[in-house]
């Protein structure tokens, strides 16, 4: 076949609109209706890491609302992941607020864990952290939305959308290449709230690049008081 410079320009223009239509998408949404390792999830559930002999559900409720609430003791470990071998360039967003925290920093965590390229939030109810970089203050007693950027060795978190901390992979190493979020300490407390977790491991998106999962087309979702439950109740 004779490719001429017009039939080569409109393939062109059709790939355009194919990368351009599939290249920005959510991979995964937790929505917070179902816990994480509910096998009702199917393909969708969570793996969890729990203390030896404990159930999900001793840690762990489904709010009316729609939330994922955790409420960690002293001697329970609960957190809650999906392996990927890939995470180089990852999309990681959780719409989250957090009441309280004592122990370690990983005690409340939001994390792309990936062996030696390990990176993560810590949650704290006035400020955020990226293990072993900066931290960031904001008033996590009411939601807001962090979303973590991977871009191979590169970290960029946006809180709500702006810009708020540059930092690197490998502030900590880790075993599991994994999307993981939850309660990551047995000795460590506290009680937070889970509105959703939103991840693709298919790229590195800014807010422009990939809208919240939940923001209806003009439509702010990150900055609005009610939880993406309620909204679809009603
Ligand atoms: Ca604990």
Not at 32 to 48: F, I, Q
Not at 97 to 104: D, E, I, P, R, Y
Not at 132 to 151: A, F, I, N, Q
Request: glycine content about 10%; charged content about 25%; proline content about 5%.
């Amino acid at each position: 076949m004779k490719i001429t410079g017009a039939s080569l320009l409109s393939l062109l223009v059709v790939l355009a609109l194919a990368y351009g239509a599939f290249a920005a998408s959510w991979e995964y949404i937790y929505d917070g209706t179902k816990l994480p390792d509910d096998p009702a999830l199917g393909d969708k559930a969570w793996k969890v890491f729990i203390t030896k002999g404990a159930k999900t559900s001793e840690v762990c409720e489904i709010t009316p609302e729609g939330e994922l609430h955790i409420t960690d003791p002293s001697d329970r470990v609960c957190f809650f992941y999906r392996e990927h071998k890939d995470l180089s360039h990852t999309t990681l967003e959780a719409r989250v607020k957090v009441l309280s925290q004592s122990g370690a920093p990983y005690t409340i965590c939001l994390e792309i864990e990936d062996g030696a390229d390990t990176t993560y939030l810590c949650l704290f109810p006035d400020h955020i952290t990226l293990v072993g970089g900066p931290s960031y203050e904001v008033d996590l007693t009411k939601y807001h939305t962090l979303r973590m950027v991977r871009k191979g060795k590169d970290v960029i978190v946006y809180v709500d959308g702006k810009k708020a901390i540059e930092g690197k992979v490998g502030g900590d190493t880790s075993s599991r290449h994994a999307i993981t979020f939850g309660a990551g300490s047995t000795g460590g407390t506290g009680e937070h709230y889970w509105d959703y977790v939103a991840y693709t491991t298919k790229g590195a998106f800014s807010p422009d690049e990939l809208p919240s999962p939940t923001a209806p087309a003009g439509v702010e979702r990150r900055t609005l008081p009610i939880t993406w439950g309620e909204i679809k109740r009603m």
